[in-house]
Nanobody, 114 residues
């Protein structure tokens, strides 16, 4: 069975940092590209970051460029999202996603508020 378990969300003040983790199992993680999406209440789901299977390339949505870093540890079957300089508009549920397979985790909530 495929499992994607996000963790690391919580409440943080503007300007703060958080590191999200997604622990994966049940598929060939090392052959899969991984993505982080987010969805704020009342908003469309948004692709935040993408990393290829070998981590040779990464992509970010413009609003997080320079602030967020996606990385992975294929030995641990884990993908990370390091978030810094957080803004209130980053508040959302963050989801881990795979390609191929298009599997989803249940998400972890990030709230940026003073």
């Amino acid at each position: 069975q495929v499992q994607l378990v996000e963790s690391g969300g919580g409440l943080v003040q503007p300007g703060g940092s958080l590191r999200l983790s997604c622990a994966a199992s049940g598929f060939s993680f090392s052959r899969s590209a991984m993505r982080w999406y987010r969805q704020a209440p009342g908003k469309e789901r948004e692709l935040v970051a993408h990393i290829t299977s070998d981590a040779s390339t990464t992509h970010y949505t413009n609003s997080v460029k320079g602030r967020f870093t996606i990385s992975r540890d294929n030995g641990k079957n884990t993908v990370y999202l390091q978030m810094k300089s957080l803004k209130p508009e980053d508040t959302a549920v963050y989801y881990c996603n795979t390609w191929p397979g298009n599997y989803w985790g249940k998400g972890t909530l990030v709230t940026v508020s003073s």
